[in-house]
């Protein structure tokens, strides 16, 4: 089974910064992208930033120039570093990975547990 583990939330004054990061553990063949996800209560979830098997990287309108997305292949691992944070900034967390269990499968998205990110103004 696959396992992605959350961590690095926390509460922060506006203006500050917090640096999300997101392991996979267990027993796989590859990963494809890795995405970080948010969810605000009331809302619907919404993508943050991804970064694909070969580095490319996408960003919400709302975070580019902010936010910025890291990918380690040699650790599985996706970081977040979120810069100049807002009060609207304020969400549930989640890292999602779309990862192949062995080379002949197809591949399957996994989500961690989430992570709270609160932004005081």
């Known amino acids: 089974q696959v396992q992605l583990v959350e961590s690095g939330g926390g509460l922060v004054q506006a203006g500050g910064s917090l640096r999300l990061s997101c392991a996979a553990s267990g027993i796989f063949f590859s990963i494809n992208t890795m995405t970080w996800y948010r969810q605000a209560p009331g809302n619907q979830r919404e993508l943050v930033a991804g970064v694909s098997g070969g580095g490319v990287t996408n960003y919400a309108d709302s975070v580019k120039g902010r936010f910025t997305i890291y990918r380690n292949n040699a650790k599985n691992t996706v970081d977040l570093q979120m810069n100049d944070l807002k009060p609207e900034d304020t969400a549930v967390y989640y890292c999602?990975?779309?990862?192949?269990?062995?080379?002949?499968?197809?591949?399957?998205?996994?989500w961690g547990q989430g992570t709270q990110v609160t932004v005081s103004s």
């Open positions: 999602k990975m779309n990862v192949r269990r062995t080379e002949y499968r197809l591949f399957t998205d996994y």
